[in-house]
């Protein structure tokens, strides 16, 4: 029990709010443990913004605690918490060189000079910017103004960093290499990471943990493997990833596998993650790159579709077909035009059981 | 957006001990006198608003005559006048300017800001002088032998419009300039591309995508050239403006009620054009 | 064909600038130059003398009118400066209930004749006993000059991203550091710029100042208007161009200091 509490690093509890116009956040709860990289993933409006501003202080919730260190830090204002935040816009103090930007965080607090400059300099050379003490803001580029903003934020060792989309403004070159950066930095530095961005591949890439938010809520909280591989809800498995939704009725099941019988015909799941009952309905999942299209019929499954197109998409060949009823599923695998199948030919579409997801009983539909 | 600034928000209460300084200052060096107007205006001539006083509407009554209506058309037609001209000088200024490389801009910006600081009164004065019977003007259209004799501008309407265009144009062209400033020149581009001529580009493009800032150029003319009164008085003429009437009936009629009528007129004209340009969605007036 | 048109505005353009300027400058020089007219007054030329400023600086009622003028500058533009960035900060948010009302209230003067609000702080100064003179100058002063300031700064706030001031709170200030460190400055530019015209505002007004002196209180503009109406003599030309001499300078300065902190906020990233 206790090392668990001290596992914990931040805790959200039952987070609610409201700006007048309909719930923001309603009813959120997250545990962030110690050292890890956490990302709440969402599209605009989702309440993540708002999530990491009630860590910060710079919101208060209408109802719900946040506990930090197992202390309740609900009402303290942002400049007491051991928190500090790197903000979507930068927000760098533009009347401030570099160096005090930097040293701000550390000044306010009343560090006395020679602790600020031997901070200062340290964090510059974290961030690989020594050479740009001098310069004020309005000199430097969107990466150096992002690298300047992390070490502002870093200076002041706060136990949390919340990162408000870090790298939305700056181009995909730039993300990638930012994303890696990141990530080392935040290894080297064990330091506790709230990372929001609406890019499904920076959070996949980056996180220990994603939340998926939708509407004020969580969606799903998992690791990047579990939201890619087993969606929990229909909206996680379309706004992650590219994947085929099959909708069908559970036929039978043992606990272990089921069939799943649709309008194009029927297939088997691996059911064990789901438990699913017989006769509900459910949603199956499937990855594009995991899904095939095979010119001969396959075991388990009895799916037969129509090839409508097959385009060289770099490094493997995506077919385009059209199920029965004339759902368009797109399936890769084959690495060759040369072996892809015809437009009008008849496929079988398949897939390896164990990396479909299932999404059955109280999550279908949601 | 909605959390655009909670922070600030938050600080309720020193938000409103900040306002309170300027709260005093618009309730009693602002309200109260326009109430004590309104006041005076509404009760009978020679008494002063108080509680004994007796409440009447012959003050606004009385404004209904030929010669005081004759007077506030004359008002309301210069002031209209003024802003014309300026606008036909001062658009193109303002855009000229927009256009004008980068480092002119800032000298041109200068340039048309300091005659704006320096007191009218002063730049109406260089005017008399120029246009004097004996002045500079005449004696270069002399010597050009285009006339003969001295012309008398001074106390024409012409040389009353011309002092009035003279102290507002400033007004006119900041707003417009920055309209200009902002514009997206590359929509122009875009007419032409469509095969636009290049005053039909400016007429379907520029024109109205500038439009706020020649409505805020041509309120910010018009309403202090409804009230101005001292111009014409210095210009010479004798043409009389609701300004002149006012003056008379407070220092030499001495008829405060009457007075008082009159400025609520003016305070309700210059006022309203005001609020229907803020309400109609113009931008603040808040240019310089 | 386009070439030529081109050409053509590039043409018309200085040109058409330069004749405005010229007119709009004209008749500044013209007093700067009637200025050192010998003549008694400025019907004609009549050659060159300084006489004018010898005398205007032995003029005591003008020594004591240029006094009047810069205290009820400097202190309207003073309180103005406070009154109006205090208010600007409060209202900045637009959360404060009847905010809007009394942003109106006090832009208001903007809006109104001068004439009108004369009277009108004749009309209650005299009926609350208020004493005319140099206190009701400045009260009359500050609450025009205030919007000046008010607008300026308010318009500044509610451009900075809030962001900025967040970023502060979040680093671990308070308030009131955020407001010595991060806003006032960030602001200041807009506070001074807004003072400056409360100055040239003040400095210039004749009409409010008409109703609301005393005998004994002239100031510049008031003793230039009296000048004026009596026909004006080079004595009045030579104190209009000591005023604008020191508006040249001011102005000029303002705006070396403008282009200074520019290049330093904003210098491009090249």
Not at chain 1, 251 to 255: P, R, V
Not at chain 2, 152 to 156: A, I, R, V, Y
């Given at each position: 029990m206790d090392e668990a509490m001290s596992e914990v690093l931040l805790s959200l509890k039952h987070i609610s709010k409201n700006f007048g116009e309909g719930d923001v956040l309603s009813d959120v709860s997250l545990d962030v443990k110690r050292g890890e990289f956490v990302t709440l993933l969402g599209a605009s409006g989702c309440g993540k913004t708002t999530t990491l501003r009630i860590v910060a202080g710079l919101e208060t919730p209408d109802t719900g605690e946040v506990i930090l260190n197992g202390q309740d830090m609900t009402s303290l204002p942002p400049e007491s918490r051991p928190v500090n935040t790197v903000f979507q816009s930068y927000a760098l103090f533009p009347h401030m060189n570099v160096e005090k930007n930097v040293a701000y965080g550390l000044k306010v607090r009343g560090a006395d000079k020679k602790t600020i400059a031997a901070r200062v300099k340290e964090m510059l050379e974290l961030v690989q910017m020594s050479d740009y003490a001098g310069r004020m803001p309005a000199q430097l580029s969107g990466g150096q103004r992002q690298r300047i903003a992390i070490a502002r934020a870093l200076a002041p060792q706060p136990q949390l960093l919340l990162l408000d989309e870090p790298l939305g403004a700056l181009d995909l070159q730039l993300r990638r290499q930012m994303q890696i950066e990141l990530k080392r930095l935040q290894k080297k530095l064990g330091i506790t990471f709230i990372y929001i961005t609406h890019d499904q591949e920076e959070a996949i890439n980056m996180s220990d943990r994603i939340a998926v938010m939708k509407g004020g809520k969580f969606e799903q909280l998992g690791t990047p493997e579990e939201i890619y591989d087993r969606p929990a809800t229909r909206y996680v498995a379309q706004f992650i990833g590219r994947s085929t939704i099959l909708t069908g009725k559970v036929?039978?099941?043992?606990?272990f596998s089921a069939v799943i019988e649709t309008g194009n015909g029927s297939f088997t799941v691996d059911s064990a993650h789901a438990k699913l009952t017989e006769g509900e309905m459910c949603d199956l999942c499937v990855r594009t790159e995991r899904m095939r299209a095979s010119k001969t019929p396959v075991e388990g499954f009895s799916l037969p579709a129509t090839v409508r197109e097959a385009r060289y998409a770099g490094g493997s060949v995506l077919t385009y077909v059209t199920l029965r009823d004339g759902t368009e599923v797109v399936a890769e695998g084959v690495e060759r035009m040369a072996d892809a199948p015809n437009p009008g030919d008849t496929v079988y579409m398949h897939w390896n059981p164990a990396q479909a997801a299932v999404i059955g009983g109280a999550s279908y539909g949601a | 957006m909605a959390h655009k600034s909670a922070l600030r928000a938050a600080d309720t209460r020193r938000n409103a001990l900040f306002v309170l300084p300027m709260t005093l200052f618009a309730v009693v060096l602002v309200a109260l006198p326009l109430i004590y107007v309104l006041g005076t205006s509404l009760v009978q001539s020679g008494q002063d608003f108080s509680f004994g006083a007796t409440f009447t509407l012959q003050n606004y009554k009385s404004l209904l005559r030929t010669d005081y209506l004759m007077v506030f058309f004359n008002s309301l037609k210069l002031a209209f006048l003024t802003t014309l001209v300026s606008f036909i000088i001062g658009y193109p200024f303002g855009y000229c300017m927009a256009r004008a490389g980068r480092r002119w801009k800032a000298l041109l910006m200068m340039l048309v800001i300091i005659p704006f600081w320096t007191s009218a009164l002063v730049r109406i004065y260089g005017w008399k002088i120029l246009l004097q019977g004996s002045g500079p003007v005449n004696g270069v259209l002399k010597s050009l032998g285009l006339i003969e004799k001295n012309i008398?501008?001074?106390?024409?309407y012409g040389s009353v419009l011309l002092a009035m265009v003279y102290c507002m144009i400033s007004f006119m062209i900041l707003p417009c300039h920055s309209a200009v400033d902002k514009m997206d020149f590359t929509l122009v581009e875009a007419a032409r591309d469509l095969g636009s001529k290049p005053w039909k580009a400016f007429l379907d493009v520029t024109l109205p995508l500038t439009m706020p800032g020649i409505l805020a150029g041509c309120v910010l003319v018009f309403v202090p050239s409804v009230g101005i009164f001292y111009l014409s008085d210095i210009m010479g003429g004798g043409l009389v403006l609701v300004g002149n009437l006012i003056r008379d009936q407070l220092l030499k009629v001495r008829d405060w009620n009457t007075g008082s009528a009159m400025s609520m007129v003016l305070i309700v004209l210059t006022a309203g054009i005001y609020l229907v340009y803020r309400k109609s969605g113009g931008d603040d007036l808040g240019v310089f | 064909m386009a070439n030529k048109r081109r050409k053509k505005r590039k043409i018309f353009s200085p040109i058409y600038l330069t004749l405005v300027l010229i007119i709009l400058y004209l008749p500044i020089l013209m007093v700067v130059i009637y200025s050192f007219n010998s003549g008694r007054t400025i019907a004609a030329w009549q050659g060159f003398t300084t006489n004018w400023y010898t005398r205007l600086f032995n003029n005591a009622l003008m020594a004591d009118a240029l006094k009047n003028s810069l205290i009820l500058a400097g202190l309207s533009a003073g309180f103005a400066g406070v009154i109006g960035t205090l208010g600007a900060i409060g209202l900045a948010n637009g959360h404060l209930k009847g905010g809007s009302f009394i942003e109106s209230l006090a832009t208001l003067p903007m809006m109104i004749p001068e004439l009108v609000l004369g009277m009108a702080y004749l009309a209650v100064f005299t009926a609350v006993g208020v004493k005319l003179g140099m206190a009701a100058l400045v009260l009359t002063h500050t609450t025009f000059c205030v919007p000046y300031v008010f607008i300026n700064v308010k318009s500044r706030l509610v451009g900075m991203d809030p962001a900025i001031e967040e970023a502060a709170r979040d680093l671990g200030a308070s308030p009131l550091r955020v407001l010595r460190d991060i806003t006032i400055p960030l602001i200041m530019p807009a506070v001074i710029s807004g003072m400056m015209l409360a100055v040239a505002m003040s400095i210039d007004d004749v009409v409010i100042s008409f109703f609301v002196t005393s005998a004994e209180t002239t100031t510049l503009p008031l003793k230039v208007y009296t000048g004026l109406r009596s026909g004006g003599t080079p004595e009045i030309n030579a104190l209009s161009t000591l005023m604008l001499a020191a508006i040249f300078v001011i102005v000029g300065l303002s705006q070396l200091l403008r282009a200074r902190s520019d290049k330093k906020l904003y210098a491009s990233k090249q």
């Open positions: 036929k039978h099941t043992n606990g | 008398k501008f001074l106390g024409s | -």
